[in-house]
């Protein structure tokens, strides 16, 4: 009776071993799209596009494009990811082995996220520079009007100019995905190994 | 009863037991693992499969020796001590039935590990990369499989030609020690000794191919080799030192010289094991 039991066990043990093994290879981890907005550039359009960088009008994306820049935008991170073959056309996922890159002009009226984090760095330095001359008579080649036009007219271009880096990668192995089929191996090994035991043993 | 018996009686034997099992899952765990964490930076799947074999290499060129000879350290000298040989030896079998009969079991022992260390580690870099580049896997199976059946050949020699148990345990340590950690600690690394004493001692002029040539006489560092024939040709490392980085090796120093390496080191101790058991008074 407890031969047969056992038995059972590790015939059951064995089939659950060897599915465990084989099913993490039949479905493997899908490779997912990720896109990184950078943090936007002082360089207009034209330099831009002389430097060789593909320079692309937020309207003029695909709705998908639309859709993951501004998710991207909006993720705290500035990085939005997609299973393979979900990306947008226009998108240079196969650069090789470095990022593909492409920069968005941001249209002036839209409604999008705020742009990234040097912006708002600007912002900030402008006030600084605000309160210094309201406090203090500064004294320079530039009056505190004219450099915080500057600024001003900084941040316009880099608020209209954000570099997009896409690749194709491994999700990283802290994804469900791949802890899914870390168990699923580790599992199906002790499996084969306990089945192992129990049908050979005497 | 013929060699075969004692093989298969011998496996059995072997099978039943509960450490074997534990540790061929430990290994399997453990490889897994490896295969899991590996990644390497912004390269294709394929390419970073074969980087992931090549690791794997690395760690079973210092493991794959301690399965091998603690497998195999006992398989003669334990039965000989037990008073066990007397009785197979009372049967129809000559001394040739049981050293042959031993080595044939140990060997499908350590294989059926080598096997399940393989197949983990290739489930898991399939599942993680969603690849299979097939002959890097059976290539790397073929190596590791020679490189395992050369330190089962040794430990049973070793154990053919001891009396006592203790004895078979202190001469796999050595071999061990002799042929595979001498040749990777850094300081007491088998060329630069052979460099001291060529250059220093004798004061001769520095002769690279020289040093190479007492390297390879390592099964590891052979294996460490032929593990450069089941890789594409731009995925091979470099093992050996060359004089400068435009000189190549020469013929006798390539890759496929690992596996008359493999062959010298698989032939030799058994045959002299063999010969020890032989003419020993049992």
Redesign the interface.
Known sequence: MARDIADTASTVLLVVGVAALLAPALFPVQQVLYHQVGAGTAANGSQLEAEGYTVVAYENLSERGQAIYVDALDSAEREYTVPAGMGAPEFPYDAGSEPGEIVIERPDDAELPPPAEPVDRLGNERERLAERSASQNATGSESPSERARTLEQRREVIATYDLVTVRQESPPLTHPANLLRLGAVALGTVALGVGGYLRSRP | MSALDIARKDFAAA??S?SL??V??LL??LT?VIA??F?SY????TETFVQLFQTMGNVFGLLLPIVALVVSYMSIAGERESGGLKFLLGLPNTRRDVFLGKVASRLTVVTAGVV?MI??A???A?????V?PLSVVVGTFVVSLLYTAVFVGIAVALSAAVAERSRAIAASVGAYFLLVLVYVIPGVNVAQIVRFVHQTLFGFEPNVDLYNTVLYTSPLIAYRKAMNLVVPSDAQRQVLERASETDTLPGYLGDEVSLVVFAVWLVVPLVIGYLRFEEADL
């Open positions: 099978r039943r509960r099992w534990v061929a899952t399997g765990l897994t899991f964490s990644s912004r390269t294709p799947p399940f197949v983990t290739t489930a898991m399939v599942a993680r990369h969603g299979l």
